[in-house]
C-alpha cells in the first residue's frame, strides 16, 4: 500500500542570503543529501521551502532545514558532515527535552569547539559523566564514546572543576608488534595515543596544548603508568579499555581519588588480548554492576556519527555474528560457542 503524499511550506527566518547559500550548500548538494536521507522533496525560493513526501518526512525535513539554519547563525560555511549529523538527530533523537541545570541544548563548550550530543544515548551519556564520578561508555567504533568524554574533560578543565586531565589507554597491540616500532618507550607508544591527542588539539588548539602538557596538567600516558599512583581532583580517561586485563581494571579503578571524575570507553567487539585472556572491560560489567554513583551507558549501530556507510558496516558485522552464534547452536554448540560466551 502506497503511503499518502502531503506537501507543506516553511519559512525560514531571518531571510539572510548568505545564511540561505550555506543551508542549501553549493550546487544544492545539502538540499539533495537531505531529500535523499528523509525520502522527501524540497523546492525553495528564497527564505520559503516547500516539501513533499509522507507526513513522517516532511516533519523530518522540516526539523533538519531550521536546525541547520540555526547552525548558520555564526557565519559558519555547512558541510556534508553536519547535514549528516542533524539528518542522524533527527531519525533517532528523543523526544526529551534537556533537563535542568545542564542548559537548553545540551552543548559541551570548549575553547576551541562547541560539541553537541546527537543521539538519546549520547545525551544519557553526557548528563552521566556531569552527575557521576565513575562512568563507562561501551559500544561500537564511531559513536563518540571517546571524543564526548575529552570534550566533557577538556569542559571540566577550563571551568576550574579539576585541576588536571589524565587520558589513558592501554598499550596492548592490535596484530602490531611494537619491538619493531622506531624510538624508545615513548615513541613507541605515542601511536595508540594518538586519537586523544587529535581531540584536544580540536578543542583546546595545538600550542595550548602543548603548554598544558609540558605543565602536567594534561598528562597522556600507557595504563602501566597509572600503578601506584592515587589521582585527586582529576579527570581521567581510560579509553580503549576492552582491551586491559581483569586485574589492569581494578589497577586503574582504585587509583581514582576524591574530587575526581573517571570515564572508561570501549568496544567489546574488538578486543585485542591475547586468546584466553578476558577482559577487564567485559568482567566489570558483572562485578559494578548496581553500585550507585557508577554508570554504564550502552550505544548501538544507531549512535554511529561517522561517515554513513559506518553504521551499516557496524549493523552488518552485528548480523553476521548473529547468525555465526545461531549457526553454531544448531551443531549442538563447540568451543567456539563456549569462548564467546566466557569473554
Do not use: W
Amino acid at each position: 500500500m502506497t503511503e499518502e503524499t502531503h506537501s507543506r511550506s516553511i519559512t525560514l527566518l531571518p531571510d539572510n542570503a548568505q545564511r540561505l547559500a550555506s543551508l542549501c550548500g553549493r550546487l544544492n548538494e545539502h538540499i539533495h543529501q537531505i531529500e535523499h536521507s528523509l525520502a522527501v522533496k524540497i523546492q525553495q525560493r528564497g527564505n520559503l521551502f516547500r516539501l513533499s513526501g509522507t507526513e513522517e518526512a516532511i516533519t523530518g525535513g522540516g526539523k533538519v532545514l531550521e536546525s541547520l539554519y540555526l547552525d548558520t547563525v555564526d557565519g559558519k560555511q555547512l558541510s556534508p558532515d553536519q547535514v549528516h549529523l542533524a539528518l542522524r538527530e533527527t531519525q533517532h533523537g528523543s523526544e526529551e527535552g534537556p533537563e535542568p541545570g545542564h542548559g537548553d541544548t545540551g552543548v559541551i563548550r570548549t575553547p576551541k569547539a562547541s560539541i553537541k550530543p546527537r543521539t538519546r544515548h549520547q545525551r544519557d551519556y553526557v548528563r552521566a559523566i556531569q552527575r557521576h564520578d565513575i562512568n563507562f561508555g561501551i559500544g561500537p567504533a564511531g559513536t563518540g564514546k571517546t571524543y564526548l568524554a575529552v570534550a566533557c574533560a577538556v569542559e571540566a578543565l577550563v571551568q576550574e572543576r579539576v585541576s588536571r586531565l589524565l587520558l589513558v589507554r592501554p598499550a596492548v597491540e592490535a596484530g602490531e608488534k611494537l619491538g619493531f616500532l622506531p624510538g624508545d618507550l615513548s615513541q613507541k607508544i605515542d601511536p595508540y595515543l594518538r586519537p586523544l591527542y587529535d581531540a584536544l588539539y580540536e578543542m583546546l588548539g595545538f600550542e595550548r596544548v602543548g603548554r598544558l602538557i609540558e605543565k602536567n596538567v594534561i598528562e597522556v600516558a600507557p595504563l602501566a603508568y597509572m600503578r601506584g599512583r592515587t589521582l585527586n581532583n582529576s579527570f581521567i580517561i581510560l579509553d580503549e579499555s576492552q582491551n586491559t586485563t581483569a586485574a589492569q581494571m581494578k589497577m586503574f579503578l582504585t587509583r581514582i581519588g576524591f574530587g575526581s571524575t573517571a570515564v572508561i570507553t570501549g568496544d567489546i567487539t574488538q578486543i585485542d588480548l591475547p586468546k584466553g585472556t578476558r577482559s577487564g572491560l567485559v568482567h566489570v560489567t558483572k562485578v559494578l554492576l548496581g553500585i550507585d554513583d557508577i554508570t554504564f551507558t550502552y550505544f548501538d549501530a544507531r549512535d554511529v556519527v561517522r561517515h554513513r556507510l559506518v553504521q551499516r558496516i557496524v549493523e552488518a558485522y552485528d548480523a553476521h555474528d548473529r547468525q555465526a552464534i545461531a549457526n553454531l547452536k544448531q551443531e549442538g554448540g563447540s568451543g567456539s560457542e563456549r569462548e564467546t560466551r566466557e569473554n
